[in-house]
Each structure stands twice: as structure tokens, then as C-alpha cells.
């Protein structure tokens, strides 16, 4: 996929059609842990229709609000035993999206990303081994660190260095530990950098979120260094899509990528944001992240092959979706 970015013009008439339409699981008990999240309330709107949903969240993080009506919700921590035990009680598959995301919070606090990313996962699977509920796991490219080589293939060396990387690897490990020791049925989706509707603008979030909020506000953009670096930048539609191809496919035990295959700098992403918003902010440098990645891309070959998935909303159309003109997908 070609994308120019050079030409920002907004189409006011854009709009993004679900990447999963027609796909996923039907008639099936559902949970979906951090079902109140950025991603994880996508994929609940993606299940409703055919599907029996029970969402699991403590709303910390995510909001009431975007669970959709039709999904059953359980407030409630993951870590806690009985809660994890009503949620799962059933459950033919979970999607386990529930996570505390950030790299920072993680260096921050340790023991806690721990404890929701490792020990959380490990109680999820254990449960999921009692109902013999398929698991689809949220995993991330932080675990492979620095790239050594781009694109970055399922088997590049893992190098996390954060906390949250560290935890995610050991996540995505007991998933396929799960599956060999146990026959568990585990798919673990490794994400590069998500964005899309409902995700939040702070200190913790992703850079997308950020810029638009910035630039929507007529606040300096604030890139750090001189924006060389570059991410794959995935929209959470086709993070869906992954999700439900992982979720029927006749695949277990595997993790697989999920990106586009394409990078864009993060001086590009806020010269294109800030003519997408049409905003009066200026582009500001500041002090570069300490350990900051210079260049993350997603080889997405091993699951085009064997879940059928690919990549359908290109950057541009993606943000523009998000600019306030055009509110068009939700
Ligand atoms: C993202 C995820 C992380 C993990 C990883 C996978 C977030 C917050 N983090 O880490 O959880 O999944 O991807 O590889 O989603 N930047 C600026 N200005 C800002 C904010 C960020 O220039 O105001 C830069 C930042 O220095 C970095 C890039 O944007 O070079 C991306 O930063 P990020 O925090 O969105 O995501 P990343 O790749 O560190």
C-alpha cells in the first residue's frame, strides 16, 4: 500500500467501513476483559449482533460509556478470583484486552503492570483451561525492543525495555505455554502502535491521540527529537479484524503481528495532523525520550497467510476520520 502524505486535503465525506464486517464468531458466549477500553469496546461493538457479550472492566482506565447496550457488564478486577470466575463462567471465547498499557506507568510502577499484564494473564488462561474457552490475547511490539532489522518479523529477537515489554513477552509466552502444555487454544495478537476513536489524550496515551488533541486546541505540537523516528501506525478497525480472524481461525498456539507494513515519521504524522485539523499550532521540538525506539514496522506476512487478514484503513483516511469535521465512525 502507497500512501502520500504530502496530499493532506480533507474529504469531508470520508468515512471508514468496519474492516470486520461479515467475519468473526457467531452464536458464542463472549467475555471481553477491558471491554470499557480504546480497544477492547471495538471489539465488543464487533460481537453483539451474533454473539452473547460479557464484558469484565474496573472502568480505572477505560468507560462505561463505550460498552455497547447490548453487552453484559461486569465491574469488577480481573485479579480478583471470584470476579475472574462469574466472568469467565461459561465462556466459550475471551478476548483478553484488559492491560495496563502504557510504558511509562509501567516504569513507574512495576509490580502493578506485573500483576495486570502477567499475573492477571496467567489467571485469564488458568480459567480459560477450567471452560475450555478459546483465548485471543492482546500482546505488543514492545516486547521485541529495538528493532535489530526492519520489517519486524514474529521471530525478530525480543529485547523489551520497559517493564510493559517485559511483561507482554512473558504474557505472550504462558499463551503458547498454555497451548503446548496444556492443548489450550491461544492466539496472541501483537500490536504496533493503535490508534483510532476513543482513545484517550494524556501523558500515558499514543502519540496520534495527543497530536490531534494539541493541534484541535491550538496547542504547540509537541514532537520529541527532530521526529525521525517512525512507527506503524494500525487503526483499531483493523485491529477488530484480527481479532476475529484470531478468534475462528483454525490456528492455536501462534502470535502474529498486527500492523499495516507501513511507517510514517512523527514529524510527517504531525505536519499531516496539523493540516488534517486545519490547526493554528505550531510544530514544537522538545527534549527526546530516553530509550525511545527510532524505527518500529510490523512484517504482516505471517498473518496475512494464515489468518487472511490485511490492512484496510490507510493513515490519512484514518485520521481524518478523527478530525472534529467528520465523526463519522465511532
Ligand atoms: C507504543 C505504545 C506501547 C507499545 C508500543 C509498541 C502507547 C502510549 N504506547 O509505544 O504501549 O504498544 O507502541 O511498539 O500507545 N511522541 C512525540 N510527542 C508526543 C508523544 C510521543 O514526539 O507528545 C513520539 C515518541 O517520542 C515516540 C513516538 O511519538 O517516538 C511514539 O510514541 P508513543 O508513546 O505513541 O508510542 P510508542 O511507540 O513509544
Redesign the pocket.
Known sequence: MVQNFDDTTVDSDSSIRPSWEGIGPKGKSILVTGGGGFIGSHVVDSLVEHNEVRVLDNFTSGFRSNVHPDATVIEGDMRNEAVLEEAMAGADIVFHEAAL????KSIEAPKQSHEMNVSATVDVLDHARREDARVVLAS???I?GAPQSLPISEDHPKNPMSP??LDKLMADRYARFYHEQYGLETVTLR????YGPRQVANA?????S??IDQAQNGEPI????D?S?A?DFIHVSDIVQANLRAATADVSGEAFNVGTGNSIT?QKLANVIHSIVDSKSEVYYRE??SD??SQ?RADISKIESMLGYGPTVDLQTGLETLSPENKSVK
Open positions: 498499557v502504557s510504558v511509562t505488543s511490539a514492545a521485541y510493559y515489554g500490536y504496533f502502535n493503535a500515558y496515551s499514543g502519540v496520534v495527543i497530536f509537541t514532537v520529541e527529537g521526529g523516528q512507527r512523527i527526546v525520550r525511545d525506539i518500529s
